[in-house]
C-alpha cells in the first residue's frame, strides 16, 4: 500500500491544525457588529448606570464636599464617596495601599475619582456630577520629572540597579566618550472599547461582574476586598474586550469595584462606562521616560561602557511602575552586549494619572535609549549606524551575558539581519538616499534599520503559569475555557488550534467560551506577549489527559497495545480498524470514563533575584528587524514614511495569519507612540490631550506606502514553548524605532551627517522642524 492510501497519510488534515492560517474567530463579527462586547449585552431589568466625578486640581486636601444637589437631580439614585466602600478602599495591584477607589481628604491628580453617581441614564449621572461643590486647599503639584533629581526626589516604588563590571572606571578609560540625555514620550491605549463594568447582584450577596480587563482574577480579588467577602463570592467574566494593550491589566479595577459597590448596596445591576474624555483623564498610560546615558567606546565604534538613569513619570501611585521601570533596565542592551554596564532606574512620584502596563511594559523605553546610544557613537566616529550596531551584537561565549546576567543562549539577531538588509537593499538604497539629498533642497530623505531582542516571560516569576478547562461531550464536541483573554489578537482561535490538533478534530468542533474565574481560578494577566504560551500549554496539558484516557479505554476494550491506536483526522484508529472520534468518545461516556479535564502550565528555568539583580528572567527572546526610509520636509518638519520592511521571527508560528496581524499591527502602534502621540499636560496638571481631536493616533494614510512584511520561517524556537512557537503580541511593536531614527537621519542630512540630531520622541512635526533649525544653528548655516 502506498503512502496515499494508507490509513497514516494525513493529506486530509483537520481543518484548524496548527502552523495553518486561520482567520480569527470573531473576525466576521468584527466586521458585521455581530460581537457582542459589555455595552451590547441586553441589561437586566432595572439596570442602572454610573459616572465619576473628578477632581479639577493636580495636588490639594480637600476642604469640603457639598453632593447635595448631585443627589437631589433627576435620576440619582445614590451618590457613592469613600466612606461608602464597605471593605478597603483600596485597587493597589501590589499591594502597596497607595490607589484608592475614591479619593479621601486629599486629591493627587487632575481627574481623580473623588465620588460616583448612580442614576437610571447615564447621561442623568454625568450631569449630576457636574453639580458637586468641592472646596480645595491646593499644594504644590510636580507634574514634569525633567528637572526632578532620581537621587533626592520621591519615588513611589524602589529602584532598581543593574550592573556588571566597573562601568564608570571603563567610561574613564575608554578612548572617547559621550554624554546624553533624551526624552521618550508616554502614550495613551485609545482602545475602541473604553473601560466598563455591568456588575450583577445574585443571592447571599454574590455579585457577577461583566468587565473589560485582561486580568479577571485580580479584578475578582480587588472587587472581593473592596466589598469586604471572599473571593469566592465574585464571579468575574469577559468574554472581549476592544483593545486592550496593557492598559485593562489593572486599570479595570476601579470601575469594576465601584460598579459591584453600587450593584450589592441597591440590589440593582449597575453599569459603568466612561466617557472617552473622562476615561484619557483618569486612567493611565504609558510612562514617559527622561533617559540620562554615559557611553565609553574606541574609535572602530565598539562600546565599551554604558552609564544609564532611566527616570519615569510614574503618576501619584505605584500601579505597575516598579515592573515597568524594571523592564526598561532589562532591555536597556536591546540587541546589544555592554562589556561594562551600570544602570538604575528612577520610579518617580507626580501629581498626574498613576501610569501602567502598555504593549512592551518598558522594554520599548529601554531599547530606545540602547538605540540613542548606537546613533551618539556612529555620529561620533563618522560611520553608517547600521555597521555600529552589527559591530555590537550580542554574540560568542564572551559576548552573550546580559546586564542581568542571563546568558542569551538563542541569539539569531545576526541573521535576522543579514536577511533584511539583503532583502531591503539596504546598501544600495542608501546610495540612492544619499544622492537624492545632495540634489534636493528641501526634502530630505532618511534611511534606519534596527533590530529587536525582547525578553519573554513575565518578570514577577509567580505569574508565569495558566490553567484550563476542557470538557469532551458525547457527540465529540469538545467545550474549552482557560485564563486568557481575548482583546482582539487572537489568543482564543490559537489555543483552541492546539486542542482541534491534540484530538485531531475539526476546529469548528471546539467552542470557545467566554473567561470566568468560575472554571478557571487564580490566572494571571493576558500581558507579557505570553498569551499563547501559557495558555496553550495548559489547554494541551488538558486535552492530553483526556486523550490518554480515550487511548487507554480503547486498547482495553479492543484488546489492542496502546502504541497500535492513533488519532487521524476526526477519527482514531484502533488496531487495523477506524471509527469516528465522537463513536469513540461515546463508547467511552457508556463505560464511565471521564471525558473532563483541568490543566495547568508554569514556565520552567525561569528566576530572579531582584535585590541582587541577577537572574534568569526570560524563558527565551523573540528577535525582529525592521528597515524605513522617510522624507522630511525641512521648511514644516511634516514627513512620510515611504517604505517599511520588516522580517520577524516567530518560531513556527501557530498561525501565520494572526501573526501577521500581530506584526502589523504592533509596528503602526509604536510608530504612532514614537511619531504622532503627544501626552501634554499643562502648569496645572491638566491633560490637554484628552479627546480624538487632540491626541493624535496614527491614520490609515500615515502607514508606510511601501508595506513589507515577512515571518522568518527558518527558526524553531530553543526552548519547547507550545509546538515550537513564539510570542508576537509586544516584540513587533520596537520594529517601528526604525521609524524614529529614519527621521533622525533625514534630519542628520541638513548638517551632512556630522552632528547627531539626538531627536526626541514622539518625533512630531514640530519636534522634527525644531531638530532640524538647532542643527543648522550648530552647523553655523
Known amino acids: 500500500m502506498n503512502k496515499h492510501t494508507s490509513p497514516d497519510f494525513k493529506a486530509a488534515k483537520i481543518a484548524g491544525a496548527v502552523h495553518t492560517d486561520q482567520r480569527h474567530d470573531s473576525a466576521h463579527k468584527h466586521v458585521t457588529g455581530e460581537a457582542i462586547y459589555i455595552d451590547d449585552m441586553p441589561e437586566p431589568a432595572g439596570t442602572l448606570h454610573g459616572a465619576l466625578g473628578l477632581s479639577t486640581v493636580a495636588h490639594a486636601t480637600i476642604r469640603g464636599i457639598d453632593l447635595s444637589a448631585v443627589g437631589t437631580a433627576p435620576g440619582v439614585i445614590a451618590v457613592l464617596t469613600a466612606a461608602d466602600v464597605p471593605g478597603e478602599n483600596d485597587i493597589s495591584p501590589t499591594g502597596r ?70 562601568a564608570a572606571g571603563t567610561i574613564a578609560a575608554a578612548p572617547r566618550r559621550v554624554k546624553g540625555r533624551m526624552r521618550v514620550g508616554g502614550q495613551d491605549h485609545f482602545y ?15 455579585v457577577t461582574v461583566h468587565c473589560s480587563t485582561q486580568h479577571p482574577s485580580e479584578v475578582q480579588h480587588m472587587v472581593a476586598h473592596a466589598l469586604g467577602v471572599p473571593s469566592h463570592a465574585v464571579t468575574v467574566e469577559i468574554r472581549r474586550m476592544g483593545g486592550g494593550f496593557g492598559g485593562k491589566e489593572t486599570q479595570g479595577n476601579q470601575f469594576a469595584a465601584l460598579a459591584a459597590i453600587a450593584a450589592k448596596r441597591l440590589g440593582r445591576a449597575v453599569k459603568i462606562r466612561l466617557d472617552r474624555d473622562d476615561d484619557m483623564l483618569a486612567t493611565g498610560k504609558r510612562h514617559d521616560f527622561v533617559v540620562d546615558y554615559d557611553v565609553g567606546f574606541d574609535d572602530e565604534g565598539n562600546i565599551l561602557s554604558v552609564d544609564y538613569i532611566y527616570a519615569a513619570r510614574c503618576g501619584f501611585s505605584s500601579d505597575l511602575s516598579g515592573p515597568v521601570t524594571d523592564r526598561a533596565l532589562f532591555h536597556c542592551d536591546n540587541a546589544y552586549f555592554w562589556p561594562a554596564v551600570h544602570a538604575k532606574s528612577a520610579p518617580l512620584y507626580t501629581n498626574t494619572v498613576s501610569n501602567t502596563a502598555f504593549r512592551g511594559f518598558g522594554g520599548p523605553q529601554g531599547m530606545v535609549g540602547a538605540e540613542r546610544i548606537i546613533d551618539e557613537v556612529a555620529f561620533a566616529t563618522g560611520k553608517d549606524p547600521l555597521e555600529v550596531r552589527k559591530l555590537n551584537f550580542y554574540g560568542t561565549r564572551e559576548r552573550n551575558v546580559t546586564p542581568y546576567h542571563q ?81 482582539g489578537q487572537g ?85 487495523n480498524q477506524e471509527i469516528p472520534f465522537p463513536d469513540l468518545v461515546k463508547q467511552a461516556y457508556m463505560a464511565r470514563v471521564q471525558l473532563s479535564a483541568a490543566g495547568f502550565y508554569k514556565t520552567p528555568k525561569i528566576h530572579w533575584n531582584r535585590d541582587k ?19 522630511v520636509d525641512t521648511l514644516t518638519g511634516e514627513y ?62 500615515d502607514r508606510p506606502k511601501i508595506f513589507n512584511v515577512r515571518l522568518a520561517d527558518w527558526p524553531e524556537a530553543h526552548e519547547p514553548t507550545i509546538h515550537r512557537s513564539k510570542a508576537v503580541g509586544e516584540p513587533p511593536f520596537m520594529l517601528a524605532m526604525s521609524v524614529l531614527h529614519a527621521l533622525s537621519d533625514a534630519v542628520a542630512s541638513v548638517a551632512d551627517h556630522r552632528i547627531c540630531p ?24
Request: net charge negative.
Open 613 to 631: 539583580g541577577e537572574g534568569h528572567p526570560f524563558y527565551y527572546f523573540a528577535y525582529g528587524a525592521s528597515c524605513s526610509e522617510v522624507s
Open 758 to 781: 539626538r531627536l526626541d520622541a514622539p518625533a512630531t512635526p514640530e519636534r522634527v522642524l525644531m531638530a532640524i533649525e538647532q542643527l543648522r544653528r550648530e552647523a553655523g548655516r
Open 407 to 487: 546568558t542569551v543562549e538563542d541569539n539569531i539577531i545576526h541573521r535576522i539581519v543579514a536577511e533584511l538588509e539583503e532583502s531591503a537593499d539596504y546598501d544600495g538604497r542608501r546610495r540612492e538616499i544619499a544622492a537624492f539629498n545632495n540634489h534636493s533642497r528641501i526634502v530630505k530623505r532618511g534611511l534606519a534599520l534596527t533590530p529587536v531582542k525582547f525578553g519573554i516571560s513575565f518578570t514577577a516569576t509567580h505569574y508565569n503559569q495558566a490553567g484550563a478547562l476542557v470538557h469532551v461531550y458525547t457527540d465529540g464536541s469538545v467545550h474549552l475555557n482557560h485564563g486568557g483573554t481575548e482583546m
Open 97 to 166: 495601599h497607595d490607589e484608592p477607589i475614591l479619593a479621601e481628604g486629599a486629591v493627587q491628580f487632575f481627574g481623580q475619582p473623588i465620588f460616583c453617581v448612580i442614576a437610571e441614564t447615564r447621561e442623568q449621572a454625568r450631569r449630576a456630577c457636574r453639580l458637586a461643590r468641592i472646596e480645595y486647599d491646593e499644594l504644590p503639584a510636580v507634574i514634569d520629572v525633567w528637572d526632578l533629581d532620581p537621587a533626592k526626589d520621591r519615588l513611589v516604588t524602589p529602584p532598581l540597579t543593574l550592573k556588571r563590571g566597573d
Open 640 to 701: 512620510v514614511v515611504e517604505r517599511t520592511d520588516i522580517l520577524h521571527e516567530t518560531g513556527r508560528s501557530l498561525n501565520r495569519a494572526i501573526d501577521l496581524g500581530q506584526i502589523e499591527g504592533g509596528f503602526i502602534q509604536g510608530m504612532g507612540w514614537l511619531t504622532t502621540e503627544e501626552l501634554w499636560w499643562d502648569g496645572k496638571g491638566r491633560l490637554r490631550t484628552h479627546a480624538p481631536s487632540t491626541y493624535k493616533i496614527p491614520l490609515a494614510s
Open 491 to 575: 489568543l482564543y482561535v490559537k489555543v483552541a488550534q492546539v486542542v482541534a490538533e491534540e484530538f485531531q478534530i475539526d476546529i469548528d468542533r471546539v467552542k470557545i467560551t467566554a473567561t470566568t474565574t468560575a472554571k478557571v481560578p487564580n490566572t494571571s494577566a493576558t500581558a507579557a506577549s505570553s498569551g499563547s504560551d501559557l495558555n496553550g500549554m495548559a489547554a494541551q496539558d488538558a486535552a492530553r489527559q483526556i486523550r490518554k484516557r480515550l487511548t487507554d479505554f480503547a486498547a482495553d476494550k479492543y484488546s489492542v497495545p496502546v502504541d497500535q491506536i492513533a488519532f487521524l483526522p476526526n477519527r482514531v484508529r484502533i488496531g
Open 192 to 206: 475602541l472599547e473604553g473601560h466598563i463594568s455591568l456588575a450583577v447582584p445574585g443571592e447571599d450577596g454574590d
